[in-house]
């Protein structure tokens, strides 16, 4: 059964089609990384409630339709309904129960809230050992109260009455109804945690979603359904820092991501950057106050370096022998993509003022690419985790398995990736422009163009490969500098960027297009032909939105228009699929095989850098 799913960050709700929590692992009321509450139900006294209905608005209310056969007439039609409607704030839930009666006889019953804490660590529920933590339960006036440690949750229900034990709270609403009439009652339940290192933002969004959807149904009607929703939801995953809750980001996606990601939130900002330049300006300086100023293996860091990953304590994944920082740097492209954002964001209209106040962060950020991001003085960025402890692969592609020989076989690191060296090819010019126009007279932008041109004229020589399916840049150089052969769609992050010429652009394109690569739903993680190719591999052959839409992306600033709406007409159809909230990836099964893409499990729903692409998507078709 698929979870009818609420957001607000940093708040989240996964419940049944009915409304209820407990049926699914993942099913909970979450606030942070804890999930407050593990089950929650409703029952009503006089009749089994029947589930009919589920109806969304927006990305943080839902309306769920039931009938009480119980409670009617002696006629077939239903006409005692029971409407559950449901609200998720950034650390509440209100919900709002009423009976609508058509009878003639008035109606006596009881509607009963039944609510389980848990205080479970979501990273706990992720690995499937979810335990509830030890907690207390207290009466209130009005309520019940659950406490843990620092998170607590608070019980809000007006008339009815409340019992507690050592596992639940149970609340009791006598209901009485009048003949063809309707009553109502409501709860809330409020939830804190002292160590919450985000918060909601101060301010609404800065865009019409409405004018957008509107000015896209001409364009394609399907279009304008997939940018109301997808703009609802990046509404929904923004987030601030308490020490500056007037900027805001977006998290990368819920249930797993709901924080800052330093790569997830700057691509999200730079494929909305048509709709909206204050989120990428707020989302650079969020980045730029935790710019890494020392080194430190333990997290990565490295002097100039943009985070990857904020939490509010240690990431532990069990099984997998990994345990990240609260503060986590281990990020080989969020130090270059944030340059290519704060580029981009200018030319889209954030004021000079502004750009100007980040100049210093630019300059640790230009001089990490240039004097750090090369462990290994090969003239390539690369990544090496130097604990055994944090992500072996640094790159978009973070799973142990994601870099792999056309045989399967696991490249070995330190790794260079290709879009890497196209995005610090990409950012240090940028940078140099930069510093060309607002910076002083100590810039030195002839050594950044100099440093450019030598990584364009070394990845021409190292990266290009010949293999049984054609001619294109290996997706890295592995330990011993040897090209790894795999054809993936990491090669499509460097159309646009200037490391190709145009003749390898096109070419790059056409093979990003072809049945290997493309699914009819979107671009491949990896083509149909390597060894370790799986349609359901999370980085080995599903297909992720954001990729495409990157991909789409660098077409469009290369002058692929035709090719840049043949791969739109597959994120198109994906979003279709998908009721046009899609998610973090699908499977790579092709078009012809199935009328819908099939679902990846466990793949976040919704995600930031998904919606975007629906904003890529407006502005592909639109040129």
Not at 333 to 360: F, I, K, N, Q, Y
Not at 440 to 457: F, I, N
Not at 488 to 494: A, D, E, Q, R, V
């Given at each position: ?434 510093l060309d126009e607002l910076g002083d007279d100590g810039d030195s932008p002839a050594t950044l163009r100099a440093w450019a041109a030598a990584l364009r004229a070394r990845f021409a020589e190292s ?161």
């Amino acid at each position: 059964e698929a979870a009818v799913i609420a957001v607000r960050a940093p708040s989240q709700l996964w419940s049944a089609a009915g409304g209820d929590l407990a049926g699914q692992a993942i099913h909970g009321i979450y606030h942070g990384d804890v999930r407050h509450v593990r089950e929650l139900s409703l029952t009503c006294a006089g009749s089994p409630v029947e589930w009919i209905s589920v109806s969304t608005d927006g990305p943080s209310r839902v309306v769920f339709g039931g009938i009480l056969r119980g409670l009617d007439d002696r006629f077939p039609d239903p006409k005692v309904r029971l409407l559950r409607e449901r609200v998720l704030d950034a650390g509440r839930v209100t919900e709002t129960w009423t009976v609508h009666s058509r009878v003639a006889h008035a109606i006596d019953t009881e509607l009963v809230l039944r609510v389980v804490p848990d205080f479970a660590s979501l990273h706990d529920v992720k690995s499937g050992l979810a335990s509830a933590e030890r907690f207390t339960i207290q009466a209130t006036d009005d309520g019940a109260a659950a406490a843990s440690g620092r998170t607590r949750f608070v019980l809000s229900s007006p008339g009815a009455a409340v019992s507690t034990d050592d596992d639940a709270i149970t609340a009791t609403w006598p209901v009485a109804v009048s003949p063809f009439g309707s009553a109502a009652v409501r709860f809330t339940i409020e939830m804190t945690d002292a160590a919450l290192v985000v918060q909601a933002p101060l301010a609404g969004p800065h865009w019409d979603a409405a004018a957008v959807s509107d000015a896209a149904r001409p364009i394609d009607p399907r279009l304008a359904r997939w940018l109301d929703r997808a703009l609802g939801d990046l509404d929904a995953l923004r987030l601030a820092l308490p020490d500056h809750p007037g900027d805001d980001f977006f998290a990368a996606g819920a249930p797993w991501f709901l924080t800052l990601f330093g790569r997830d939130s700057l691509w999200a900002a730079r494929l909305a950057l048509p709709l909206d330049t204050r989120v990428a300006a707020s989302t650079l300086r969020v980045l730029a106050r935790l710019q890494a100023d020392d080194a430190d293996d333990a997290s990565a860091r490295e002097p100039g370096k943009i985070l990857h990953e904020l939490r509010a304590t240690t990431l532990e994944m069990p099984g997998e022998g990994i345990s990240l920082p609260p503060l986590y740097y281990g990020s080989v492209d969020s130090t270059p993509l944030w340059v290519c954002l704060l580029a981009d964001a200018r030319r889209a209209g954030m004021p000079d003022d502004e750009v100007r106040e980040l100049l210093p962060a630019l300059r640790r950020a230009l001089g990490w690419i240039l004097d750090h991001g090369d462990s290994d003085g090969d003239g390539f960025l690369d990544y090496v985790d130097r604990t055994g402890s944090g992500l072996a692969n640094q790159g978009w592609k973070d799973s142990g398995d994601s870099i792999q020989w056309r045989d399967g076989s696991l490249a070995e690191g330190p790794i260079a990736l290709c879009e890497v060296q196209a995005y610090a090819y990409e950012a240090v010019l940028a940078g140099a422009e930069l510093l060309d126009e607002l910076g002083d007279d100590g810039d030195s932008p002839a050594t950044l163009r100099a440093w450019a041109a030598a990584l364009r004229a070394r990845f021409a020589e190292s990266f290009w490969i010949t293999t049984p399916e054609g001619r294109y840049p290996a997706v890295a150089l592995d330990r011993d500098k040897r090209p790894v052969d795999t054809l993936t769609s990491n090669i499509g992050h460097l159309i646009g960027t200037g490391i190709l010429d145009a003749a390898d652009e096109a070419d790059v394109a056409r093979l990003l297009l072809s049945s290997p690569m493309s699914s009819g739903y979107g671009i491949r993680t990896m083509s149909t032909g390597a060894g370790g190719y799986w349609p359901l591999s999370y980085h080995g052959g599903s297909v992720w939105t954001h990729d495409t839409a990157i991909v789409a992306h660098g077409m469009l600033r290369a002058g692929l228009g035709d090719q840049a709406r043949e791969v739109v007409t597959g994120m198109l159809a994906a979003a279709e699929g998908f009721a046009y909230r899609v998610p973090e990836l699908h499977s790579g099964d092709p078009i012809g095989d199935t009328t819908t893409p099939t679902p990846y499990p466990a793949a976040c729903r919704p995600q930031a850098w998904s919606a975007a692409a629906a904003i890529t998507a407006l502005s592909v078709l639109s040129a």
